[in-house]
C-alpha cells in the first residue's frame, strides 16, 4: 500500500500540497510578496515535480527539466536575501 502511494507520485502531489498551503500561508498570513513567496517556494516544488516525474517512471527529461528550472529560481531569492 505504501510502495503504491510512492509508485503513483501521490506523495509527491501530498507534499506539493503542503507546499502550497505555505505559500498562501506566507502571501496571506505573513504579507510576503508573491515575488518573495516564489522565490523561496517555488525551487522547492520544482525539484517536487522533478521527484514526481522519477517516481511515475517518466523520461529522463521530464525529470531534468524542472531540476534545471529551479536553479533561477534559487538565485532569485538568494539575490533577494543579499538586497535585504
Not at 30 to 44: D, Q
Amino acid at each position: 500500500m505504501i510502495a503504491a502511494f510512492f509508485a503513483s507520485g501521490h506523495a509527491a502531489d501530498l507534499i506539493l500540497g503542503v507546499l502550497l498551503v505555505e505559500a498562501v500561508w506566507l502571501r496571506a498570513g505573513r504579507g510576503w510578496s508573491w515575488s518573495r513567496v516564489l522565490g523561496l517556494i517555488g525551487p522547492a516544488a520544482l525539484i517536487v515535480l522533478g521527484l514526481r516525474a522519477a517516481l511515475t517512471g517518466a523520461q529522463w527529461w521530464w525529470v531534468a527539466l524542472p531540476l534545471a528550472a529551479s536553479l533561477p529560481l534559487h538565485l532569485m531569492d538568494l539575490r533577494s536575501r543579499l538586497d535585504r
